[in-house]
């Protein structure tokens, strides 16, 4: 290759195309040697081109190299002797296939490429969706399409995400949170493990791979929370890996023409550099239209991101924030608190385990002025939902760890049977405990988040840390989902009805006082009498009335009643104004939890609530 050497651009750092040159500007110190190494792809021809101590601004080392073709070469820098993979790389090639054994020889290396791909974004615009209509669907790319895929040549990658764009919207999501999809290293030094039979049931055996000659001892980093490379599109993901960046723009494409976001999650480690965090959040939103960020580390530049002029109206989900440091001016909500205090009363309260009620209500009403809050009951981290109600203990053994890794307090419950089980009045009452779960979550003031699968009742067998389960037992099971018509179309159901009464999710906190002179309340408690101000905390039933007055889309009034005894419980109703009646619009223990038309209450002084469960009445 014929090159041309002179300084570059110090403003950018990676390597990108500029008027038919290559800029490469990478982390150098002026004493440094660094040379450029240039890799023919087909031949595998490597060619270097040393960079001059004279091309150094600061800690930056920067060239510009006429001649290079980012279809032809590959490349990767060698400072002192030593070899480096450019952090800021937008491709990388080597990891086209998952879990690739031929990874594991000691020779084998990965190479950096420049993306220069063109995309049509065809007047894309970000949807914004406002936190009090937000519902996250939090999904694994490829957990979420291997298990009886529809369509087997798609399986494991974005496009088999994009054919399942109209189910989740259909269900009512409005938001798609993705687990990491930047470049990163699944594979591990094979281990073998030694894995008592009991813990190695037919599902949960890797299938045989010929081809990487994989077997089901081999760990694998399924999930993907380790260092990366910030700046590229896991081509493993991809049906056509060449074409990865493509197809997850179009995958995001669709997911805005459908009036959905798309938010990517991001584990950074400790040591990882805040100039590269910055860059690299500011590199999705720029070239994939990206609607967010759920930010995972403890030492990231969380004020510089906040005070980011681009960042301004990307979502940003973290576990805490500085509220004094945001601009005064700020006109769009974009912060979320996103950590697991809403999960462990939520479970205690549902499997009756150190439970309380105030607690409980506490995070049913959280909401702050300028920041909003995440609420998930089961994520990827612990019990799926399913198997909050059908394991008293994890089953991790096939993990490799002597079953003590993952979470050790689930505040879980089997009923009487550890697993699955064909006795049917065990099996009725997970299924009401599922209900009551999703009936929580979504009737909640913050924006509620499930993990894909938990609508089909998707269950790892007892595994709570399935993080390197890169076989059925990590995989959504779609074979579920003809059995579980019935869940899905209870969650439909229940999530159309947070769409239609909008005073539940308010974007700002309820004050619990008629400040708008309505005669009620914005939010009230009720118990065996009505109006009893707050909620003792032992007590297990209580109804939550808000106001329909104060919401602008819908004036019918809200009334809740939770009842997690074992008895049936009776509840004060508030006497309505003129003319209005209660009606029951769901009961979580009838078999059809939603009438297709509300029915009217029979007794309007008292709701007869059936034992732990949950009911929905409008006043209207």
């Known amino acids: 290759m014929k090159i041309k050497l002179t300084e570059g651009n110090f403003l950018k750092t990676g390597a990108y195309m500029e008027n038919n040159a290559a800029v490469f500007t990478f982390m150098a110190q002026k004493e440094d040697e660094c040379s450029i190494v240039l890799v023919d792809k087909n031949s595998g021809a490597a060619e270097t081109v040393d960079v001059p101590a004279g091309y150094s601004l600061g800690s930056l080392r920067s060239a510009r190299l006429e001649g290079f073709e980012p279809e032809k070469y590959a490349y990767y820098y060698i400072v002192n002797g030593e070899r480096v993979i450019d952090p800021y790389a937008t491709r990388i090639y080597g990891r086209e296939k998952w879990n690739d054994n031929l990874r594991s020889r000691m020779d084998y290396e990965v190479y950096c490429g420049i993306d220069d791909s063109d995309f049509d974004w065809k007047h894309d615009i970000c949807p914004e969706i406002d936190r009090s209509r937000m519902k996250i669907y939090k999904l694994h790319v490829r957990g979420f399409s291997m298990e009886n895929a529809g369509n087997k040549k798609h399986a494991g990658s974005f496009e088999a995400v994009s ?196 607690q409980l209500l506490n995070q049913q009403r959280k909401q702050g002025d300028n920041i909003g809050f995440i609420n998930y009951i089961s994520s990827n981290n612990g019990f799926t939902l399913a198997d909050i109600f059908m394991y008293n203990d994890r089953h991790n053994e096939a993990n490799g760890e002597n079953n003590l890794d993952g979470p050790s307090w689930n505040f879980s419950n089997n009923y009487g049977c550890e697993g699955p089980t064909r006795k049917k009045f065990i099996r009725d009452i997970r299924n009401l405990k599922w209900k009551d779960a999703m009936m929580l979550l979504f009737l909640a003031q913050g924006v509620p988040m499930i993990m894909a699968g938990d609508e089909i009742c998707n269950s790892q067998y007892g595994n709570n840390n399935a993080y390197c389960q890169d076989n059925p037992t990590g995989w959504v099971n779609w074979g579920n989902e003809k059995s579980k018509k019935a869940n899905i179309r209870f969650l439909t159901d229940l999530i159309r009805f947070r769409d239609t009464h909008p005073v539940i999710s308010e974007a700002k906190p309820f004050k619990f006082c008629d400040y708008k002179a309505f005669g009620y309340p914005d939010m009230s408690y009720h118990g065996k009498n009505a109006w009893i101000g707050d909620c003792d905390t032992n007590k297990l039933c209580v109804g939550v009335m808000y106001c329909g007055d104060y919401s602008k889309e819908n004036s019918e009034y809200i009334y809740i009643a939770y009842n997690f005894y074992s008895s049936r419980e009776k509840l004060a109703l508030p006497k309505l104004k003129k003319g209005k009646k209660w009606y029951t619009a769901a009961d979580s223990s009838l078999k059809e939890s939603f009438p297709a038309e509300p029915v009217e209450c029979a007794d309007q002084q008292y709701a007869d609530v059936s034992p732990q469960s949950v009911c929905i009445l409008v006043g209207k």
């Open 163 to 358: 054919d399942r764009v109209a189910y989740i919207k259909r269900m009512g999501f409005t938001s798609l949170l993705l687990m990491p999809v930047y470049e990163f290293e699944e594979m591990t030094i094979p281990a073998k493990l030694s894995i008592p039979d009991y813990a190695k049931p037919e599902y949960a055996k890797v299938n045989a791979d010929p081809d990487t000659d994989k077997n089901e001892n081999t760990k694998v980093n399924f999930w993907g929370y380790t260092k990366g490379n910030y700046f590229a599109v896991k081509a493993s993901y991809a049906n056509q890996p060449s074409d990865a960046s493509n197809e997850f723009r179009r995958l995001i494409q669709k997911l805005h023409k459908n009036d959905m976001e798309c938010i990517m999650e991001m584990y950074f480690p400790d040591n990882t550099d805040h100039n590269l965090i910055i860059n690299a959040l500011r590199y999705w939103v720029l070239n994939f239209h990206v609607d967010g960020f759920r930010l995972i580390g403890s030492k990231l530049p969380v004020t510089a991101i906040i005070q980011d002029a681009m960042l301004s109206r990307t979502k940003i989900l973290y576990q805490e924030f500085d509220m004094s440091v945001v601009p005064e001016n700020k006109k769009y909500d974009n912060l979320y608190i996103d950590k697991e205090e809403y999960q462990f009363p939520a479970r205690m309260m549902l499997n009756h385990i150190n439970c309380s009620m105030k």
